[in-house]
């Protein structure tokens, strides 16, 4: 397989970028398709050991930008690297693309060249979401804002399938975000949503409370983009502002500083457990190819854990199977209409 | 002033609520009057040092438990201590009502038996949102699942009169949460509101994202009541995530252990700082009423700082400043509309 890597996208781009795909190399059989200026790619690849064959350039003339708004950018700069990493996908030149670009435009790009699967109504970001235990995920992270509940039924067949073929979870618990643990409880589209997940073919076991997200609680966490993306960031936030506090502690005295050294490797590994950032990419379920996310902040650890993150999806062949259970479902739907 | 306080409401009722009143006592002029079983209350009252005159007694046969449907409750529970004391502030017998019960029932009971103010379409839950810095509060904290951005435009300013009037923060900067910082981003809701505050008389500073919220960014921070309890509980769960895991850090080994006791009190005073159930009483805002919510949870330090909270907001005449600017632009809009 082949895979598409947007060279150009991201804080550390193209430097993180090319190291991150040398590294995969390592760690995964598929190709990788370096996308971007080719004089600045092959003076970069000249310094790395790459083994024959396996990373190829395709040239892109043009950078999105991560402060561009994303329709324009991506309508005018159709010879940028992400658009042209796109578009091998949709050439089957590529099996799938990664990219750390402008988050707006990249989704944009994707609906616009890549479409949605036959049956999905919109698809969603699906995102780790680290915990005290195992790491489940969490869709909608930001894809779509305002949602219906006929959406958050199909994020949560997505999710579970994801979870199952990716994460390696047998029958993961499905679990809808909201404000009460009680059916009764939430917002319109949590109480609609409810009644549907709670009819579908899903191990759901009902609403999950905010407070009971980071104790891992459930493997696949449904809501709507806004809710999500609020999640992920306020975890983040939480995390890093009370790592901030900790900071403080520490260097109040020098026997404060000798305390904080001894617990530093624990402390770090909990910084890199809670920090979704470290998980490498985040797929987008639902259009029709497979499109990767990562950080906007990755460093070449992070490129390579995405590009692995693509190459691991694809050999599940995660796509086919959310088709063959949304085909099924919307042909069982058609079949209650006619009724 | 006097205070009606719900006896009988939390997880620590009576025992707790009955001391935390009488420790009030002592910070506060104003008199309690205890709303529960009389025969109990009298019998937690004789072991206690209460000043002569300043707390009183008012009999109620009945209890709202937590678990209990909300609604249901308050209609059949007439005689309940919470229906009780909601109904003293109604009668003029008391100026200001606190309880720690039924969080559902108390928003249902204080909408039933007080009303909104004049002018308010919705109140909203205000509630301290500790950071890194200094405290600031969001609202709406789950008094309102499904808003719309005239309640939002309202949230704000009733906000904003709380932070300088009680809280003492000079012209308080305005946010609203959101998942971008530039105008354009969010989902319908947070985009029609930023529009109608960029509009308003407010220091309004912008879309505050997720990840800046423990950083205290703004002062008051304004969103719908979904997002809002979200926030506020996943705050408190990530926290407490954090802490679990620092536990097992420092029971590695004794050295680990040894470290961590240097650091306890410094540790303690972040794990303080973040819970918001530390911060006593939230008010309701928008009323007709002094309405303060305790934490389910509150000992009786909790309570003590409940119905301090309540005596401040009475002093400051938080109500009347709402009312008086909420009418100025009541007015205003009407003007408009007639042009």
Aim: proline content about 4%; hydrophobic content about 40%.
């Amino acid at each position: 397989m082949r895979i598409a890597v947007d060279a150009f996208g991201g804080d550390n781009a193209p430097e993180a970028i090319v190291k991150g795909c040398v590294q995969a190399t390592a760690k995964t059989s598929d190709d990788i398709i370096l996308v971007g200026d080719e004089t600045k790619l092959k003076e970069l690849l000249a310094g790395e050991n790459v083994p024959e064959g396996r990373i190829t350039i395709r040239h892109a003339s043009e950078v999105i930008e991560t402060g561009e708004p994303p329709a324009e950018a991506v309508r005018r700069k159709k010879d940028s690297s992400m658009v042209v990493a796109l578009q091998l996908v949709k050439n089957g030149e590529a099996d799938a693309v990664v990219s750390a670009g402008n988050t707006g435009a990249y989704l944009t790009g994707a609906f616009r060249y890549l479409g949605r699967m036959k049956g999905i109504k919109r698809p969603a970001l699906t995102t780790p979401m680290p915990s005290v235990k195992d790491v489940g995920v969490i869709l909608d992270a930001g894809a779509n804002v305002d949602c219906r509940p006929e959406f958050l039924l199909q994020f949560a067949h997505m999710g579970a399938i994801y979870a199952e073929h990716v994460l390696g979870i047998k029958n993961p618990r499905v679990a809808l975000l909201n404000i009460g643990a009680e059916e009764a409880k939430g917002n319109s589209l949590t109480k609609e949503t409810y009644g549907l997940l709670k009819e579908a073919d899903l191990n759901f076991i009902g609403n999950i409370e905010p407070r009971d997200v980071p104790y891992g609680m459930a493997d696949v966490i449904v809501c709507d983009g806004f809710t999500g993306n609020v999640v992920i960031k306020l975890i983040e936030g939480t995390a890093s502002a009370l790592f901030t506090m900790l900071k403080g502690v520490f260097y109040k005295s020098i026997i404060t500083k000798l305390a904080a050294m001894i617990l530093k490797p624990g402390l770090k590994s909990i910084k890199a457990k809670m920090d979704y950032s470290e998980y490498g990419g985040v797929p987008l379920l639902g259009v029709d190819g497979v499109v990767f996310k990562a950080h906007g902040s990755s460093d070449a650890k992070a490129i390579c854990n995405a590009v692995c993150a693509a190459s691991t999806y694809l050999s599940a062949g995660v796509n086919d199977k959310i088709k063959e259970v949304l085909l099924s479902k919307n042909a069982e739907d058609e079949e209650t209409a006619e009724e």
